[in-house]
């Protein structure tokens, strides 16, 4: 008896009862995306070769500590590469969405990379 019902819990298969399509009753068919090729994902922004003589925007997405961690970054840049121009910005919108594109838009338009910082 124990045996049985550690197999039956192991088994995925335990207790599924197949409709005619094979697969499990109330599906219907299989689920959504499901035998269609995977979307393709974005490529990555090319890496520059350098950052030297370029625009950099440090992006504080709002987590505590993010803005003083751009503070320091910030310094770093200006004491070890101060070619480097930073511009330091602060996410609309909370942490975790934005109200808005508007800086996205500006990021690609102005700068050549961005720091986006997540501090804790």
């Avoid at 961690?69 to 590469?81: D, I, R, V």
Wanted: charged share 20%; glycine share 12%.
């Amino acid at each position: 008896m124990a045996t049985e019902i550690r197999l039956s819990v192991i088994s995925p298969e335990a207790g599924v009862r197949k409709s005619t399509g094979g697969f499990p009753l109330g599906m219907g068919g299989p689920p959504p995306g499901m035998g269609r090729p995977a979307p393709s994902s974005p490529s990555l922004a090319r890496r520059l070769d350098t950052l030297e003589n370029k625009t950099v925007y440090l992006v504080d997405i709002g987590f505590g500590g993010g803005n003083n961690f751009m503070l320091q970054l910030q310094k770093w840049f200006a004491e070890n590469m101060p070619s480097v121009t930073t511009i330091r910005k602060r996410k609309p919108g909370n942490v975790f969405m934005d109200e808005n594109n508007d800086l996205w838009e500006e990021v690609k338009e102005k700068c050549h990379a961005v720091v986006l910082g997540v501090a804790g």
